[in-house]
């Protein structure tokens, strides 16, 4: 069993930055697979971002590709999402999750973490 906590969500102005947390707990972190999903109001859960166990490959949403990076650190069994040039649609729910491979896709995921909140203003 795996723990996710995210932090780090907010209200932020359109082109700001945001930098979100989750930090893990339970089984090795650094056995599984990281990424990030997101869902708004209505809209199923999208993803955004993942990497793999050893940090060597990443994969990026074409939507936030050169936008957002994701990053582990796996001695403070933590994940991190930098967000940058913010947009008014990046508003949503953000979710952490874990997956024995990159976690891409929802079916994908083992573990979520019980998300937070982003709201990019106008």
């Known amino acids: 069993q795996v723990q996710l906590v995210e932090s780090g969500g907010g209200l932020v102005q359109a082109g700001g930055s945001l930098r979100l947390s989750c930090a893990a707990s339970?089984?090795?972190?650094?056995?599984?697979?990281m990424g990030w999903f997101r869902q708004a109001p209505g809209q199923e859960r999208e993803f955004l971002a993942a990497m793999t166990v050893n940090s060597r490959s990443t994969y990026y949403a074409n939507s936030v590709k050169g936008r957002f990076t994701i990053s582990r650190d796996n001695p403070k069994n933590t994940v991190y999402l930098q967000m940058n040039s913010l947009k008014p649609e990046d508003t949503a729910v953000y979710y952490c999750?874990?997956?024995?491979?990159?976690?891409?896709?929802?079916?994908?995921?083992?573990?979520w973490g019980q998300g937070t909140q982003v709201t990019v203003s106008s």
């Open positions: 999750a874990v997956g024995r491979s990159p976690p891409t896709a929802v079916p994908s995921v083992n573990y």
């Open positions: 339970g089984r090795t972190f650094s056995s599984y697979a």
